[in-house]
């Protein structure tokens, strides 16, 4: 970016604040912001890898959740009293913004309501230029917030997975074989009916299937793809996805997918995605499993009345929606909220008016009695 646009950024952004800061309107609502909204951080975590919470919008509030998670990630996994050491050496999160203010604080909670010290206001202003980058034109679109939350939640998909091969890299060569890796606790403690268990989630054609380079060991891209098969490019793992929900529909056991089983399972999982597909000329239009009939009929390419793996290819992605899906939601979401003339798009002053869209996601209400959750719009 130029320095006359930093500039004039920079100028822009003092402009709007200005205006907000003394508009008679806003001043009530912000000493209202100031009054009821607090601040707060996750205090609970699940670390199955499928989970889908929605990741910060402020790179600097992600970094404080993730150093929080870590903690508790450390305490549930590694025996201290057998590594005294291993907390004064722990490597912070990769790429985090560094901000020495804040570390020293007793409680970070603090830190975010100490409006000297964290202005909502005066982030999303220096936040702005970063999103409005495709092209640089003085507004933030719903592709470049998606973009915006892709590269977020790539940072922290790959510091979990980061810290999942620390753990299971035995020998610390760098690489995971099959006799390394065990399964997750929360697969062990289920036992063999656990749904992931079942599927061939934890079993070695799982892992060969991620095992890009055919090597026999998972490097760090290849042991992510593991964990997070939805998201690979490999076309090998993405067909063992295909063939695990072909065995866990198949309620018959004859190796396919029958419209019963499609229509009574996976119909329910991808109708949603094709509602703009639906043909009303079509021959099953008028049925009750119409519009399921018709996806059926797309699909099964050889017309033998059945889905095969390769078959499902074409919607896997909606059996299990990609972390692009959950970062266009997001976005969809925060543009739907703070988009006041509607256009679609979000300049730096609709920003500033609504910060609180931003940061919905660790604030909550004090006079409240329900606390609002942003995870919440997405469960």
């Not at 268990?197 to 991620?210: I, T, V």
Request: glycine share 4%; with cysteine; aromatic share 12%.
């Amino acid at each position: 970016m130029s320095k006359a646009s930093v500039i004039l950024y920079i100028t822009v952004g003092i402009l709007v604040l200005f205006l907000v800061s003394y508009s008679p309107k806003n001043k009530t609502d912000h000493h209202h912001h100031n009054q009821h909204h607090r601040l707060k951080l996750r205090s609970s975590f699940n670390f199955k890898p499928t989970r889908h919470d929605p990741i910060p919008f402020d790179p600097l509030v992600a970094d404080m959740e993730r150093r929080r998670e870590d903690k508790e990630w450390e305490r549930q996994h590694i025996d201290h009293s057998h590594n005294p050491d291993l907390a004064a050496t722990h490597d912070p999160a990769p790429g985090h913004e560094s901000q020495p203010e804040w570390e020293d604080f007793m409680d970070a909670e603090d830190y975010l309501n100490d409006e000297e010290k964290f202005n909502v206001t005066d982030r999303l202003i220096s936040l702005f230029p970063k999103l409005d980058v495709s092209p640089t034109d003085g507004f933030v679109t719903e592709s470049e917030l998606t973009e915006w939350n892709m590269q977020s939640s790539a940072k922290e998909v790959m510091h979990r997975t980061q810290r999942d091969m620390d753990v299971h890299d035995k020998n610390k060569d760098g690489f995971i074989s099959f006799n390394e890796y065990e399964p997750p606790s929360w697969v062990r403690n289920a036992g063999n009916d656990s749904f992931g268990y079942n599927m061939g989630w934890w079993k070695e054609e799982h892992f060969n299937a991620s095992d890009a380079n055919g090597d026999g060991l998972l490097n760090l891209t290849e042991f992510n793809d593991f964990l997070h098969p939805a998201d690979t490019k490999n076309p090998e793992l993405l067909l063992w996805l295909c063939k695990e929900e072909v065995r866990e529909r198949d309620s018959d056991k004859d190796g396919k997918i029958g419209f019963e089983e499609f229509y009574h399972g996976l119909f329910d999982t991808v109708r949603n995605y094709e509602e703009d597909n639906h043909n009303a000329t079509h021959p099953y239009h008028d049925l009750p499993e119409g519009p399921a009939k018709q996806l059926f009929a797309r699909l099964d390419k050889d017309g033998d009345g059945y889905l095969s793996d390769v078959e499902l290819l074409p919607i896997i992605s909606k059996i299990h929606p990609t972390e692009h899906y959950y970062a266009k939601q997001q976005a969809d979401y925060i543009i739907s909220q703070a988009d006041s003339d509607k256009d679609g798009r979000l300049t730096l002053a609709e920003m500033i008016e609504h910060p609180y869209v931003f940061y919905s996601a660790i604030f909550n209400e004090d006079d409240s009695d329900d606390d609002y959750d942003f995870h919440d719009e997405f469960r």
